[in-house]
């Protein structure tokens, strides 16, 4: 019982933790929250059924496939509803472009798609119960994402240029980066990670139209939790996210876990408003 | 020749006399109100078959009282808004004798007050208990079970036929499963039944994998779920199945939705799983469908497809059109009161999906007793088998 209610904790955790991720690349490039970052997990559930489960392209062309066509939709993202946008910040007109635009992808999908959920493939032959690739395949997913961000980040140039636009755009501009090149290719990144997300989570979303804003919703907890930007801590937050959904659901009531979700976020948000893991950020004089 | 102006008129005179002469008689114009388009459209459009079905039938009769019986379709997509302005532009405009319709309960919450007021022969198939009311609405009639007959079916089985002693009651947020939980909850309590767990879930919930085992620690020997989302139900199925928890859901028709067959992991987690069915589109323990019913579906080969849809849906629109000529037969009148007085007089009246029963003090016409369980992997041609237990 106990193993049931963490593998299934983890699996849903891991899920918020990569949409969190998502809302910080996207973040990091532009200062941007962008509410298409639920709407990415949705697509990647949807592509991947589309191509592998419908079209039948195997699992590895069909992962390809799919993750790139989130990495398109990220980069569409950026130009249609962040770049007109940017130059206004401080007005906020974000919220407006970017979930206008997520609320277009949904109602696209619900067209041209389904308005039922629709079955998600086996990607891997083997495991079943609670060895399921529902559980595993997005703890492991998270995983790989958080690895490959650190090693980007840390030990390569572009990775250096990424941080440098997020410390100061400004600043990096007048070194001489291509802040705008740059900008989409984060945003094709947290397409990629987006998407990832829905996808290897498949198992349990299914391929359905109205998961974004489940998403967005969630995911965005991990990012408050962690501190926004800061990857490790959506990591750690989506993870206990998820547990506590799943410990909460069986203890009390399923539908209680939004209310003491939510009941916990705020209480969180008051004592460490930069998130558990962030810190006050500071500005050179 | 070239065409002379004097011939050209003399032969449109000669054409048009004999047509005043033989002027076509009035149709009697019937309203059917419903989603043929849209996320709702597929009891909509198995409905719409057995309406067409019917009008073409008693056209080729020749008609009623030797008028053409037409249906006058107006396509809701599912939204309230659109279905209560079909409904005044069906009676104000069209001056149709009669609605079918509308055939979701959403819908005809919002239709019908509205259709009340104006005395309009009303008859729909929708389930929530408070759409039929005499004394609020004596122009109103159900053809097919309310909730609360449905309930009374799902409580015999789970009570009388399996013999469950420990009752898990659950539902999604949504109006529906909140209402049905808590009314089926208190009724099999007020049956003396030991509910061990009832709860509602989030009907987009991704993991059910927590519910399911509060429900295993219950000690709940069935399980009742109300809910028309499939993605729910297919979870529960599946986290059921992977746990190797062999107890049976018995509960709402959607149970035995083809959606829900595409979310199952494996074919095997659909064993055990109970829908309400109605005998008279139910097959017996030979595989056959009551003797009217097939004679029913006899009719319909070649003419109707019924792969794809429920043959309860065909059926029942076939006997609401059948009850609005029978009246305007019967009484010689396509006046409100005449036709409402009419069914208000019918007792068991033969139609196909069932016997119906109307008195001025009930307006529900379908009997209890032919509510029944049906297997729901056992779908073919429209119709389910019955569930074990029953003779």
């Known amino acids: ?285 | 020749m070239p065409l002379k102006r004097r011939a050209l008129l003399a032969a449109s005179l000669g054409a048009a006399v004999p047509v005043v002469g033989r002027a076509a008689p009035e149709p009697i114009r019937v309203g059917w109100v419903t989603a043929l388009t849209g996320a709702s459209s597929a009891p909509g459009i198995g409905f719409d078959r057995g309406v067409h079905f019917a009008v073409d039938e008693i056209n080729a009769a020749g008609g009623v009282h030797g008028r053409p019986f037409e249906v006058v379709t107006r396509d809701t997509q599912g939204d309230p808004t659109k279905a209560v302005n079909a409904s005044v532009e069906l009676i104000s405009r069209q001056k149709v004798v009669a609605i079918w319709g509308p055939v979701n309960s959403g819908e005809a919450l919002a239709t019908t007050p509205l259709v009340a007021r104006s005395r309009m022969p009303s008859i729909h198939p929708c389930v929530i208990d408070s759409l039929i009311d005499p004394k609020k609405y004596p122009n109103a009639f159900r053809l097919a079970p309310a909730n609360v007959q449905w309930e009374a079916a799902v409580r015999h089985y789970c009570l009388d036929i399996v013999k469950a002693k420990k009752i898990a009651i659950v539902g999604d947020t949504t109006g529906y499963g909140t209402t049905a939980t808590r009314d089926s909850v208190a009724d099999f309590q007020k049956a003396g039944a030991n509910v061990v767990y009832h709860d509602l879930i989030e009907a987009t919930k991704t993991d059910v994998t927590s519910d399911v085992l509060r429900m295993q620690d219950s000690g709940a020997e069935v399980v009742v779920p109300w809910s028309v989302t499939t993605g729910l139900l297919a979870r529960l199925l599946n986290v059921r199945g992977a746990r190797g928890w062999n107890v049976p859901f018995v509960g709402h028709p959607a149970l035995g939705s083809g959606e829900v067959k595409k979310l199952l992991e494996k074919p095997a987690y659909w064993e055990k799983v109970y829908l309400i069915g109605y005998r008279s589109c139910s097959y017996d323990a030979n595989g056959k469908l009551p003797a009217r019913t097939q004679a029913f579906v006899d009719k319909l080969r070649g003419k109707v497809e019924l792969v794809d849809t429920s043959l309860w849906w065909i059926s029942a629109a076939y006997d609401a059109m059948r009850l609005v000529v029978e009246a305007i037969e019967k009484t010689g009148s396509t006046e409100h009161e005449a036709i409402i007085g009419y069914w208000n007089t019918l007792k068991a009246y033969p139609g196909v999906y069932g016997n119906y029963t109307f008195t001025p003090q009930e307006h529900n016409g379908y009997p209890t007793d032919d509510v029944v369980m049906s297997v729901a992997n056992s779908f073919r041609d429209g119709a389910y088998a019955l569930a074990p237990g029953y003779t």
């Open chain 1, 1 to 285: 019982m106990l193993y049931a209610i963490i593998a299934s904790g983890l699996a849903t955790g891991a899920i918020y933790a990569l949409i969190g991720i998502t809302y910080n690349v996207m973040f990091s490039a532009s200062r941007v929250m962008s509410f298409t970052a639920g709407q990415l997990g949705m697509l990647g559930g949807v592509f991947g059924a589309w191509f592998i489960g419908r079209l039948g392209i195997p699992v590895l062309p069909g992962t390809l496939l799919t993750l790139g066509a989130c990495a398109l939709v990220g980069v569409v993202t950026e130009i249609v509803a962040v770049r007109p946008v940017l130059k206004s910040l401080d007005q906020h007109l974000y919220v407006l472009s970017t979930l206008a635009f997520a609320l277009m992808l949904q109602q696209f999908v619900a067209i041209e798609w389904s308005t039922e959920p629709q079955p998600f493939p086996r990607l891997v032959p083997f495991g079943d119960a609670l060895v399921n690739q529902r559980f595993w395949l997005p703890v492991l997913a998270a995983l790989v994402v958080i690895v490959v961000l650190e090693i980007m980040y840390r030990r390569t140039l572009i990775g250096r240029a990424f941080l440098a636009i997020a410390e100061d755009s400004f600043a990096a501009r007048a070194l001489g980066l291509p802040e705008r090149r740059l900008r989409m290719l984060s945003f094709a990144i947290a397409g990629v990670i987006g998407g990832l997300a829905g996808f290897a989570g498949g198992g349990l979303l299914l391929a359905f139209f109205a998961n974004g804003p489940m998403l967005s919703f969630y995911g965005f907890v991990p990012v408050a939790l962690g501190g926004i930007g800061n990857n490790r801590g959506a990591i750690i937050g989506g993870l206990a996210l998820g547990l506590f959904q799943q410990a909460a659901s069986y203890m009390v009531s399923g539908l209680f876990v939004s209310v003491a979700t939510f009941a916990v976020f705020i209480i969180m948000l008051l004592v460490a408003p930069q998130g558990l893991f962030g810190a006050p950020a500071g500005r050179r004089v």
